[in-house]
């Protein structure tokens, strides 16, 4: 079984619109997480981390996260043609240098101009 | 920003084969990572490596990989011998802070 599962699998918004993105974990150990974006031909680059229970907001996309239930989502706000991309979920059980990430399958998002 | 890059992109050997893939690292980073990929699954970590040292492996860091950084320069993985298992895209990622791991584009090897 999957430790990071996302949802959906593929989105697509129209421009200027929010997407959401979702993320659950199975592992309760897991108590660090990440966003990383992905487009086509280029390794993954991280959007934001989240730590601690709540939201947290970096210009159009704010995070939020839910320890209790392991859940973990994404909101793009104002949807660019340039957001078009892969995300991906990833966590993380320890805090500092032997940080392996778990990474889930991906939601891939389109955004239609 | 950083940039960590990988060559080749795309490897083609064939099955038995030793295989040594290279990454050039950010230049002040000091932790580096390899991870694997199957088509169509999640990127699955194999091996994080420190001041010369395997710090973590996981279960699919088998006994036929290596990995090692001579005289700080390119951050390697080799498989020797090669399986038809071992057709994947591999990334590598190093940071300077724990929670900042930057991913280069990763090679996509094909064993035969």
């Known amino acids: 079984q999957q430790k990071v599962q996302q949802s959906p699998e593929s989105l697509s918004v129209p421009e200027g619109g929010m997407a959401s993105l979702n993320c659950t974990s199975s592992d309760r150990n897991f108590q660090y997480f990440w966003w990383y974006r992905q487009h086509s031909g280029e390794g993954p680059k991280a959007l934001m981390?989240?730590?601690?229970?709540g939201d947290k907001k970096e210009g159009r996309f704010t995070a939020h996260l839910n320890k209790a239930s392991l859940h973990v989502s994404l909101h793009i706000r104002d949807s660019q043609p340039s957001d078009s991309a892969l995300y991906f979920c990833?966590?993380?059980?320890?805090?500092?240098?032997?940080?392996?990430?778990?990474f889930g399958k991906g939601t891939k998002l389109s955004v239609k101009s | 920003g950083p940039k960590v890059l990988q060559i080749p992109s795309h490897q083609i050997i064939d099955m038995g084969q030793m295989v040594t893939l290279n990454c050039d690292p950010v230049s002040n980073h000091l932790y580096f990572y390899w991870y694997k990929q199957i088509l169509g699954q999640q990127m699955e970590f194999l091996v994080n490596?420190?001041?010369?040292?395997?710090?973590?492996k996981s279960k699919l860091f088998k006994d036929q990989f290596s990995v090692e950084r001579p005289d700080g320069s390119y951050f390697t993985l080799k498989i020797q011998p090669t399986a038809l298992e071992d057709s994947a895209v591999y990334f590598c990622?190093?940071?300077?802070?724990?929670?900042?791991?930057?991913f280069g584009p990763g090679t996509r090897l094909t064993v035969l």
């Open positions: 990833a966590a993380s059980e320890h805090w500092g240098s032997n940080a392996k990430l778990t």
């Open positions: 990622a190093s940071s300077l802070i724990w929670y900042e791991q930057y």
């Open positions: 981390s989240i730590f601690s229970d």
């Open positions: 490596f420190y001041n010369g040292k395997v710090m973590e």
